[in-house]
C-alpha cells in the first residue's frame, strides 16, 4: 500500500500563494506520475496538474495555466504544487494520487483521475 500524505493548506488572501507538498514514506515515488485533484463543495473533482514518472512531462488545467506550477524532489520523495494569484474559487480540498507503479520511469501522466492511490486531501480557502 502506497500512502500519500498532503500539507500545506490553510486560510490565505486572494493574490496570495501556497505551496503544496505529497510525500510518501513507505515507498520511493520514483516509478509513479503524480496528479493534483481539487474539489470544491457540491462540485465533481477535478483535474488540477500532473507531473509524470520521470519528471520530464507536466500537464495542467487550461484556466490554471500559469498561476500553478508541479513539481517533484525525487531525493525528498515529494511533489509539490505552488499556487500563486490564488482566486476565492480556487477554494477547494485538494487531493494528490499516484499513478503506477510504472515499468521504467517514462513520460505519461494522466489528468483523468484514473490514479490507484490517493492522499486524504487538505484545505485551501482563499478569502478576504
Known amino acids: 500500500q502506497l500512502q500519500l500524505v498532503e500539507s500545506g493548506g490553510g486560510l490565505v488572501q486572494p493574490g496570495g500563494s501556497l505551496r503544496l507538498s505529497c510525500a510518501a514514506s513507505?515507498?520511493?515515488?520514483?516509478?509513479?506520475?503524480i496528479g493534483w485533484f481539487r474539489q470544491a463543495p457540491g462540485k465533481e473533482r477535478e483535474g488540477v496538474s500532473c507531473?509524470?514518472?520521470?519528471?520530464?512531462?507536466?500537464n495542467y488545467a487550461d484556466s490554471l495555466k500559469g498561476r500553478f506550477t508541479i513539481s517533484r524532489d525525487d531525493p525528498m520523495n515529494t511533489v509539490y504544487l505552488q499556487m500563486n494569484s490564488l482566486k476565492p474559487e480556487d477554494t477547494a480540498v485538494y487531493y494528490c494520487?499516484?499513478?503506477?507503479?510504472?515499468?521504467?520511469?517514462?513520460?505519461?501522466?494522466?489528468?483523468?483521475?484514473?490514479?490507484?492511490?490517493w492522499g486524504q486531501g487538505t484545505q485551501v480557502t482563499v478569502s478576504s
Open positions: 494520487a499516484a499513478w503506477g507503479p510504472t515499468y521504467i520511469r517514462g513520460s505519461y501522466c494522466p489528468m483523468n483521475g484514473q490514479y490507484d492511490y
Open positions: 513507505e515507498r520511493s515515488l520514483d516509478f509513479y506520475a
Open positions: 507531473v509524470s514518472s520521470s519528471g520530464d512531462s507536466t
